[in-house]
């Protein structure tokens, strides 16, 4: 056991609170098409990319899969069901604290794991304390408090500067209160403008997820919203994740590797994505083998 201390709440009081709602578990939202109707979805050119500090360090070799698909002043969406993107994402925030950046979180389905991202970061060679001390936590327990987080994160930027932002699910709160539809539209829409500006006065990345139902969660993201880096799309098989990043098509396959096995992909076959060893355990197949 490993003593973590308490993760600084951003836009709030410094005092920890005294106690913590816990919301039940959310049903997995069934799959469908994750990118808007009729192209609305328009990528930001990038002729040149600059970043003083890195966003995440080079090594495992998922990481520069991850850094290329975001940009200072622009957003990256990951689209997918939670059990495809929390996992990658709880990676993120400690290959984030391995780089020595920051973090300005808005947790929005209140699914913030701080031992598991310690020991995450602990595995990565950074003590856990230190990796949830580089994230700044906000959370939100009803819809208009989110709004609120929402309007004033810049200001929060200003105070504690991040190098990346992330909001973690922003709609899940809406779908829970009991607000009638055409305003629960009109203060996602508020919300989805107040990112635009955002990003214009604190030009770091900006990372948000949303379930595999995607753009209709959130309405007005991918019109009125900020400029878009690029569209990340995850999907969960038995024991592999996949994603497919819409800038490049580029695509890739984390699958379950042990130590020293070598995959196809390693001996010139022609794979359409990249493979990397995933430490998700194998499926049991209730087959028993047989020697000989």
């Not at 390693?266 to 493979?275: D, L, S």
Request: aromatic share 6%; charged share 25%.
């Amino acid at each position: 056991m490993f003593d973590l201390d308490p993760v600084a709440p951003a836009l709030g009081s410094e005092e920890p609170e005294p106690f913590e709602p816990v919301f039940p578990e959310a049903p997995e939202i069934p799959e469908a098409p994750s990118v808007p109707e009729n192209g609305r979805l328009r990528l930001a050119p990038h002729p040149r990319r600059l970043r003083s500090v890195p966003l995440l360090p080079s090594s495992p070799a998922l990481f520069p899969w991850l850094a290329r698909r975001f940009a200072p002043g622009e957003a990256t969406l990951w689209v997918g069901p939670r059990t495809a993107v929390e996992p990658i994402l709880e990676r993120l925030y400690a290959g984030s604290a391995v780089a020595g950046g920051r973090l300005s979180l808005l947790e929005g389905a209140n699914r913030f794991h701080p031992y598991r991202i310690g020991e995450l970061g602990r595995s990565l060679g950074v003590d856990a304390t230190e990796t949830l001390r580089r994230i700044r936590l906000a959370r939100a327990f009803t819809a208009h408090q989110m709004v609120a987080l929402v309007d004033g994160w810049a200001a929060e930027a200003r105070r504690h500067p991040p190098t990346l932002l992330v909001g973690h699910d922003l709609p899940a709160l809406f779908a829970d209160d009991e607000i009638p539809a055409e305003e629960q539209a009109a203060l996602l829409r508020h919300m989805a403008r107040a990112l635009a500006p955002l990003l214009r006065e604190v030009r770091v990345p900006l990372l948000l997820t949303l379930g595999a139902t995607g753009f209709a969660q959130f309405p007005g993201l991918a019109d009125e919203g900020p400029r878009w880096c690029d569209l990340v799309t995850f999907a969960r098989g038995p024991g592999t994740v996949r994603l497919r990043a819409m800038r490049d098509d580029a695509r890739l396959s984390l699958v379950p590797r042990p130590a020293g096995q070598r995959g196809i992909d390693e001996f010139g076959a022609a794979v359409a994505e990249e493979v990397i060893a995933w430490d998700v355990p194998p499926r049991p197949t209730g087959r028993r083998s047989k020697s000989g």
